[in-house]
């Protein structure tokens, strides 16, 4: 069982910054994919951004230059730094692990409401 700690939402002014937390319980943290959802009021959740536990790491297109996903596997914790921030930023955001070898195999964050506004 892995248990997913989201932390860093809040509400930020368009063209701030935000960091993302997603503290993971469990040993096997470092060989999961690691990605950062997000769904906004009326939409359908969305994936932000993912990393692998070799590093790769792939982005929507609405977030891409704009966004990095890192992970630190010795804190079991996999982060989203988000820049330039917009208010169609503004959505709950999850933290999903997904291991990959059996993908029907993932846990999921409780979420962490960002809110863009001025």
């Known amino acids: 069982q892995v248990q997913l700690v989201e932390s860093g939402g809040g509400l930020v002014q368009p063209g701030g910054s935000l960091r993302l937390s997603c503290a993971a319980s469990?040993?096997?943290?470092?060989?999961?994919?690691m990605a950062w959802y997000r769904q906004a009021p009326g939409k359908q959740r969305e994936l932000v951004a993912a990393?692998?536990?070799?590093?790769?790491?792939n982005y929507a297109d609405s977030v891409k230059g704009r966004s990095t996903i890192s992970r630190a596997n010795a804190k079991n914790t996999v982060y989203l730094q988000m820049t330039n921030l917009k208010p169609e930023d503004t959505a709950v955001y999850y933290c999903n692990a997904q291991n990959p070898f059996i993908t029907a195999l993932e846990y999921w964050g409780q979420g962490t409401q960002v809110t863009v506004s001025s």
């Open positions: 990393i692998t536990s070799g590093n790769r790491t």
């Open positions: 469990g040993s096997i943290f470092s060989f999961y994919t």
